[in-house]
């Protein structure tokens, strides 16, 4: 019998995260004070979980996952399965190329985000906290913290750009149902949003405003705490689970990737498929690509320059040394908004100025990444989120070029999300 | 540590499904020829897979699954895990009762339809069929024969009941995305339905003119067959597969369950997961107990009586022995739709009428069930069907009568789908 899923036992489930900065060729550079204005490292330091902070700067190559977070894990449906994707190949008539696909879409909120939504809740309520607060944009992170939150017994506080708020109905409800309180931003519950909304009452609010009434709010309120979502040094590691499992899975296969592919944004799903692999490679044991797939919307692998840049809008963070479009340009919007962000993570930045990340970019009308997502839905039997069908496209692509070269390759793409809640985009993209 | 999932290996896949009717106390009563009109059983003859029909009035106990059903159902992720509700058990504070659940939440088209969806299709594949003809309400039948049609390279073609169509457009899209041709029923492909749309341009249809549609489409054109997602007992066969899966993570777990929990509508789901148990017990090789949960928008198990009915409201099948509540009745609107069918199963009604199973019904306002749902969600995680959620108000309620009393008692409650395209009912129903 042909079985194409790869299960991972739980007793397989990895014990430890992994940290590729001491793996990299060069010293990552570490943030930077900006040259005006306050210590941002301070202030983050008072709203951040401490934990956190002390991975972000950790030179440990292993870090362990405290045991109650590997049972959150499993009660999250982790190890999640990996799948050979041979009904897929015999749609596109590879002869010489595999195609493999791990499944972060069985995610209880529907991303990969709840690999580190999790891991952060659990250190926040050991460090006494009672309450996460976040900025959500398109609303996957907003829904993956209030639902660790939620199982941690944390409260959750989430600022959502209101422009997206308004009309997300599914995903406010998902939130709520969570018991997390949802706040359009503008909010009347902190002084920027006050300001802004006494100059406009309907004020659409950005990702930077909503950033800025978080930090704000954590930082005024008694057990709050902040909590970031992608790009940072901490983030990635707890998403290494996802490439961990893969590797194992591999060995479960008999086989090896010959080239890793992930949509990558700010970096946390793509560095959580991508990074626990490339140090596999730095450290001599495999030889590997690693493709990021991005919007033209938001190539900041490709048209960014690797300099120091703030994370955010309203430069509320450190500089970090980044491959960025600059944090105030303006990127059109795309159905796949995970995807939509100036920068990529300091991590993914420094390979990929050693080239050992690739990157391609599918442009902002988004046509030929819902056809690669259709045809996935209609091989494969899963609907996906509109950003991992970017790494389905660049999949497909890859494989198609490899087979007819007639090169033996063998393909990972990372499924970041399930798509029932996008249904609408596909409808709109595809003319259904 | 607590590992709360109970995955199955793929190699414990069952190889054979479970057909209880062998080991009912009394011969399960026939199917009957009603008094007047044609033949009913000739003209299913002609429409349906004659392997299901084998099926149907098969007296073997134990019914091989062809390897390729075997690989279609790892496909769609099979083995399902169980789990043991931890979560939830300390939330309700029990004592001497532990809580089970099985997940067909995590099929690909959001529901436990697509097991007899993919052996339905690889049947008719198997005889030269090359397009599946069905009905559907609420959407998920019609979803889960799309998907299963597409996996096996053939056609579906959905009459959907017009004033459902009209409004779940991601339901909608979501069949058309697996290449499903969808009408809106009536639909002007058929007589019956250019008659109804003469009368009214804008006829609403209902169930039964869904059903005739269909069927005479799938009479009339050259390699259709039709196709049923409950009620019979090969249906309930495919779905046997829930229990036999479970009956071996309970061994894996080293426990046993005293009571069984499911929703019920037509009995599809409740007879997938309670009948591989029954017959357990039938055997004398267990002890326990089996509760169908229903609305009291169709209790046919409650306020039924057993006695010959139709199964669809315009009189095309054969009269078929069941609980009943006349195969006219009308029955209040409810947002769990899957349970909204006027009678159960022949071989649920079988063990109902030697009270082997037991019923409860919940009021059609749905308030308690949708409380069930969300602390359900916030405990354990997982955002379930409206359906599934009437399992898990029963399985609560089941619950806290018996820790109350001090009784050790294990409860299995089936979550027969996810909740992701039903956020807006819960939006409704709680009022968030």
Redesign the interface.
Known sequence: ?????I?L??NKLPKKWYNIAPDLPDPLPPPKEPESGPSRAMFLKKTMINECLKQESSKDRWIDIP?EI??LY????RPR?LYRAR?LEKFLGLKNVRLYYKRED?S?T?SHKVNTALAQAFFAAEEGKTTLVTETGAGQWGSALS?AA??MGLSCVVFWVRAVYDWK??RR??M????ATVHPSPSKKTKIGRELLTKDTKHPGSLGIAVSEGLEYASLNEGCVYSLGSVLNHVLIHQSIIGLETIEQFKLADDTPDLIVGCLGGGSNFGGIALPFAGEMLRGNLECEFLAAQSESAPNLIKGEYRYDFGDVAEQTPLLKMFTLGHQTEMKPIRADGLRYHAAAPLVSALRNREIVKAVAYPADEKVVFDAA?VF??T????IAPESAYAVRAGIDEALVADRAGAKKVILMNISG?G??D??A??DK?R?
Chains 1, 2 share one sequence.
């Open positions: 019998m042909k079985a194409n899923q299960p036992p739980i045991e590997r049972e499993i009660q999250a449906g399965p009904r069985l209880p529907g639902y939620k199982l109905m599914d409800t998902f709520r149902l969570l018991g259709k839905f209609q494969e039997g899963w609907l399930h029932f809640l249904i609408e596909y409808r595809l259904l």
